[in-house]
């Protein structure tokens, strides 16, 4: 009789920040996910010894990492840590350290400190004039923002730290250096910590691809196009197997060496999979790899259903584990991770008491072993997601619901987390055959993110170029492959390409992901490249002079980077949570494709969602209350949201012809909660119910759940805000 296994999949991932040529490290981020989240993941594990897990941490990121962690003179700082350490600041300094030092949850960490909440009022003029900000303020800042980057259990504990949160002002430079220092030691504890936990079979440790590349795309890029036929490709296709498999060595040395031990199991960047990968991942070594539902269902050619609690329908097909026949031979095992069940912990809980999240996710998986209703079979539920980055938005940096979930999975015998090597070890019935395997990753079950858009082709053919730059070289030396001036330059020339190959370039380089860095990515994507040459001795050739990224049309709209799940304040300034929605602002009085009467009324609109909601931000230039507000959602005519159709706004202005307006957020002047309506296809309108909202003196923010439209997921709409006396304003296609 079997309980229901759980396996979480804990990935942790960085860019690798170094820039080759130059040696600096642009931005923070290996190290203050270090001091915040890597050790605490494993210290809350081990607080709970009869629940084991899986942690994934990619290679570069490990070396990245300990890097810092053993440099005992800086060498390996980043740029932020040496810019806090300074005695003054010039003004470039000061618009850099406001620029970053904000970067955290506003409404759930910043907000809770009154000194770091009276910096964050004054950004937007200092954002505006950075020297409104005096030397202590910028030392107040700094201080804050390492502070807030680290557990906050190791700031209870430390005395040092406990005392500086309570002063919470008047920062000295050897405060600052007493917070690095904190960091460091924290971060030196990772390695140790995971050792330790997985020598005692609590932990496994899995890896990715060295430098996180798409396996799929560097084996061939032409195989993009079998999950999305006619997409734009690079021509020719990039096809280097040879440097997959390098990443996939490289990754087994580096985990070795770090861990102890090489890694069975592999989360390839992204979830990303094709069948070409399957040898390169069983001749690394590697006895299981893990994919997304998406490409469990496109690889059965079946849908794998949901009802209206979001749970499988046919729960089996999902939870156990598979083999890839490829001819003859059986690949590695694969599992398949719940992406319902993830996306609840990456994006939903967070606006849950840590309590309750908790009892809803025991809650689904004794759902899940219900419906089952098999145990004779052990079933494995796969949660694997980013275990670095949903913290920030949670209670205490995830603790109070990762106690409770822990602490109540270990009191239920009838569910049993483990790690993916245990339950393969532990299951005595054969996996089951997948006659093939889909070509995708885990974002949209296709590899559309890393490659087809202009700016990702002409990355992928510059790739390709300083590859081939490097083959030439080593046909030209060939006579002297004893020579090790030679081979060091080779080594350091594949070294910096197979940096080139990060899965991160691309992804940045997608008109879907933007973010205040896309210069800083492409340059340091660049000088990757560069640096192969200039590691042969070779001049860098012209067009890698030239940013790969177009310049931005003059436009007044970014796209959205990514799901958003705000907490809903109306605060005078978005928070932190609405950074990753589209956003729509009047370029100028006269430009932008916002055709406005009265010019200077709005001032930006946000627009983004997660799995469950559709969130709307709108920022006026006068009092809301002067406004009879209403904001439409239109699909195209023909499209599945173009149903029911109303052929007028409420107001005179007519919309577009080809839009078929369907959904009318309206809220009147004084009124507590705007409402939503139905077009009822008789040219009228149907009221479904109040809107979720908050309301400022000039902002609106509210939440719609995608099902109260009709969506299972967000559909091609277009929101547009007609303004009384002032025409109609198209403002959003997402």
Request: glycine share 6%; net charge negative.
């Amino acid at each position: 009789m079997h309980p229901l296994y759980i396996a979480f999949v804990w990935h942790m991932h960085q860019p690798d920040y170094r820039d080759l040529r130059t040696g600096e490290i642009p931005m923070p981020w290996v190290r203050l996910h270090a001091a915040k989240d890597y050790l605490h993941m494993a210290e809350v594990l081990a607080r709970y010894p009869a629940v084991h897990a899986t942690i994934n941490m990619a290679p570069s990121l490990t070396e990245q990492m300990l890097a810092w962690v053993e440099d005992a003179d800086d060498a390996h700082a980043d740029d932020l840590w040496r810019l806090a350490e300074q005695e003054t600041w010039s003004t470039a300094d000061k618009r850099r350290i406001i620029d970053l030092c904000f970067s955290i949850s506003w409404d759930r960490v910043i907000r809770s400190y009154p000194r770091y909440a009276q910096l964050l009022d004054r950004r937007p003029q200092a954002l505006a004039d950075p020297e409104t900000f005096t030397d202590q303020d910028i030392r107040d800042l700094v201080a804050w923002f390492n502070l807030v980057w680290i557990d906050p259990g190791w700031r209870d504990r430390d005395p040092g730290l406990k005392r500086l949160v309570q002063q919470g002002q008047g920062f000295t430079l050897a405060d600052v250096r007493m917070i690095h220092a904190a960091q460091r030691r924290i971060a030196a504890g990772v390695a140790p910590l995971y050792r330790r936990l997985a020598a005692a079979g609590q932990l496994e440790l899995s890896a990715s691809p060295y430098f996180h590349p798409i396996l799929p795309l560097l084996v061939d890029t032409d195989v993009a196009g079998r999950a999305t036929p006619g997409l734009p490709l690079p021509e020719p296709p990039f096809c280097a197997p040879e440097d997959a498999a390098a990443q996939l060595q490289m990754a087994v040395a580096s985990h070795t060496a770090h861990y102890g031990a090489a890694p069975a199991g592999l989360w390839p960047s992204e979830g990303a999979v094709s069948p070409e990968i399957l040898p390169l991942v069983r001749l690394a070594g590697f006895n299981w790899l893990a994919s997304s539902e998406t490409i469990l269902s496109r690889s059965l050619g079946r849908p794998l259903d949901r009802d209206g609690s979001s749970l499988l329908t046919d729960p089996r097909t999902l939870y156990q584990p598979y083999r890839v026949l490829a001819g003859t031979e059986l690949g590695p095992y694969m599992i398949f991770r719940d992406q319902e069940l993830a996306d609840r912990i990456g994006f939903l809980y967070q606006h849950l008491p840590g309590q309750q999240a908790a009892e809803d996710l025991i809650y689904r998986l004794l759902e899940i072993r219900r419906r089952l209703n098999d145990t004779q079979t052990p079933y494995l539920v796969s949660i694997i997601l980013d275990g670095e980055n949903c913290w920030e938005h949670y209670e205490r940096n995830g603790d109070i619901f990762l106690e409770a979930f822990y602490g109540e999975l270990s009191r239920r015998p009838e569910l049993r987390a483990v790690t993916v090597s245990e339950y393969l070890a532990l299951r005595r019935q054969p996996a089951a055959t997948l006659a093939r395997l889909a070509t995708g990753s885990w974002i949209g079950g296709d590899l559309t993110t890393w490659i087809g858009d202009p700016e990702h082709n002409r990355a992928w053919a510059a790739l390709r170029r300083t590859r081939e730059h490097i083959v030439a070289y080593t046909a030209k030396t060939a006579g002297a492959a004893a020579d090790e001036e030679v081979a060091a330059r080779l080594q350091r020339a594949w070294y910096a390409l197979y940096a080139a190959e990060g899965s991160d370039w691309f992804w940045w380089y997608s008109h879907r992901n933007s973010s205040q860095q896309d210069a800083l990515f492409d340059r340091l994507y660049r000088n990757d490249l560069i640096a192969v040459f200039e590691a042969l001795g070779d001049p860098a050739p012209e067009w890698l002079a030239q940013s790969i990224r177009q310049a931005p049309a003059a436009a007044d709209h970014r796209p959205a980077q990514g799901y958003i799940s705000p907490l809903l304040t109306a605060a005078a300034y978005p928070s932190m949570d609405w950074a990753d929605a589209a956003q729509f602002q009047p370029a100028s009085a006269s430009t932008g494709t916002m055709q406005r009467g009265d010019r200077g009324a709005i001032e930006r609109l946000f627009v983004g969602h997660d799995q469950h909601n559709l969130y709307l931000r709108l920022d006026l230039r006068a009092a809301l209350d002067a406004y009879d507000l209403a904001i439409y959602l239109s699909g195209a005519a023909d499209g599945p949201t173009g149903q029911q159709i109303r052929a007028h706004y409420r107001y005179p202005a007519e919309p577009p012809a080809q839009l078929a307006v369907q959904w009318e957020v309206h809220r009147e002047p004084g009124q507590a909660a705007p409402f939503l309506y139905r077009a009822d296809g008789h040219g009228g309108w149907s009221a479904v119910g109040p809107v979720v909202a908050a309301l400022g003196e000039k902002t609106l923010e509210a939440s719609i759940p995608l099902a109260a439209l009709g969506l299972a997921q967000p559909d091609e709409a277009e929101a547009q805000l007609p303004e009384t006396a002032m025409g109609t304003v198209t403002l959003a296609r997402f």
